[in-house]
């Protein structure tokens, strides 16, 4: 099983969960009156803005759309300290590395794999600070400036609003047999995640993410991916094997995981991170659709499992909403989108006033008639929960590909409310 710690109860509110929008390191050229971005392991195209982009730049993900946000400075680059240098990720190709910052105890902190790490840079007033690390082993104390939309280069690079890869190309790096460092490593891997049994990839089954301990606490670190430390799994172990392949060798890993990606060559970290980031850059933006709006909240959370030789994905949007009436009490609607072996299956389970009601959409007739032949066994178990249960059905129809808010309006049993 996946080691879970605390409650398997979650308290969700208006004001719940605190999210950052996450910023990554970015640089930019001008080819052929288009600006090209790039950003890890890809290059996105755009229009060229009204104004050229000068310095250091960030890309964000706002609203479903791109946005590039200057870097600035209070002071010059400086020379990072010897006795933290060693703990601290390298930067990727864009020849920086972008960590938040917050503080903890009067002191400056950054999360890191191993743990949070004390920097011996105070905070200038106000907040959104990040640390900037560049190629040449200097650090650098930046806040983001006013973001700069960008429109997408025709038939080139989607928003954010739609898949980051393509239907059926999702990077599924836990497929490929690897090199025998490869496998030692996803071996190490499959101990962090709990591996199942029903899966012969280094991941959890479905039945696992199902958990609500597990769910309670992925939810409470929504946001944090992928730099945060000690998270619950798959994304914590997926959070920290990134980490550590980033981090300098020769640091005396103790962990199974930390000691066999210290045994990695040189070559061989850099296609095990040629493997993995795209992954983890895919997962990072969908989970970035995540709002604390107080109003509005939404929770995102796009998670890998394993399903025999396969490697497949659950998606899972959490939002509260209002029928628009100032005495009636707000519901929540709980989306979940499944790759299953006999088709794609998006559930819709919606709580209002002490009733749940379900809604299915099956990619396949098989599938939809396996879904209906268990509602009521399903409504049984509600009931028993002390659940009332409203409606349950299934359909035959298209499936998104991918959970997350595409137009102006979001419906709720049949009847749109528009968003604020």
């Not at 012969?200 to 769910?215: E, F, G, K, V």
Request: net charge neutral; glycine share 8%.
């Amino acid at each position: 099983m996946i080691p879970i710690s605390g409650s398997a109860s979650v308290q969700l509110s208006a004001n719940n969960p605190q999210l950052a929008p996450t910023l990554v390191a970015a640089k930019v050229v001008q080819s052929s009156g288009l600006l090209k971005v790039q950003t890890g392991q890809r290059t996105l195209s755009f229009q060229m803005p009204t104004t050229p982009p000068q310095g250091a730049v960030a890309l964000q993900s706002l609203g479903g759309s791109w946005v590039l946000r200057p870097l600035l400075s209070q002071s010059s680059p400086q020379p990072i300290p010897a006795n933290i240098q060693q703990t601290l990720p390298q930067p990727g190709p864009t020849g920086q590395l972008l960590l938040p910052l917050r503080q903890a105890g009067g002191q400056t902190v950054v999360m890191l794999a191993n743990g949070p790490q004390a920097l011996p840079l105070p905070l200038p007033p106000g907040n959104d600070w990040w640390l900037r690390i560049t190629d040449n082993r200097q650090w650098q104390l930046v806040r983001p400036g006013a973001g700069q939309p960008l429109q997408a280069a025709p038939q080139d690079t989607p928003t954010p609003a739609l898949p980051v890869t393509p239907s059926g190309t999702q990077p599924r790096p836990f497929e490929s047999p690897g090199t025998p460092g490869w496998q030692q490593l996803m071996q190490a891997l499959g101990q962090q995640f709990g591996q199942s049994q029903l899966s012969q990839l280094p991941l959890p089954s479905l039945a696992q993410l199902a958990h609500p301990a597990l769910l309670a606490a992925l939810f409470s670190q929504v946001g944090q991916f992928p730099y945060g430390s000690r998270m619950a799994p798959p994304l914590g172990p997926l959070a920290t094997l990134w980490q550590r392949l980033l981090l300098p060798r020769g640091r005396g890993e103790r962990s199974e995981l930390g000691r066999a990606t210290e045994a990695l060559s040189d070559a061989q970290r850099q296609q095990a991170l040629a493997a993995l980031t795209p992954m983890v850059d895919d997962l990072a933006q969908f989970q970035q659709q995540s709002q604390s709006d107080p109003d509005n909240p939404l929770l995102y959370l796009a998670l890998p499992y394993g399903q025999e030789r396969e490697q497949r994905q659950l998606q899972l949007a959490l939002q509260r909403y209002s029928r628009g009436d100032e005495t009636s009490e707000p519901g929540w609607l709980l989306t979940l989108r499944f790759e299953l072996s006999n088709g794609d299956l998006m559930l819709k389970a919606r709580y209002h006033s002490a009733t749940l009601s379900l809604d299915a959409t099956a990619s396949t007739l098989a599938l939809s008639d396996a879904v209906t032949g268990q509602f009521e066994a399903l409504r049984c178990r509600l009931i028993e929960a002390g659940l009332e249960v409203g409606g349950l059905r299934c359909r035959q129809g298209d499936v998104p590909r991918q959970l997350g808010v595409n137009s102006a309006a979001l419906t709720y049993g049949g009847t749109p409310y528009a968003r604020a």
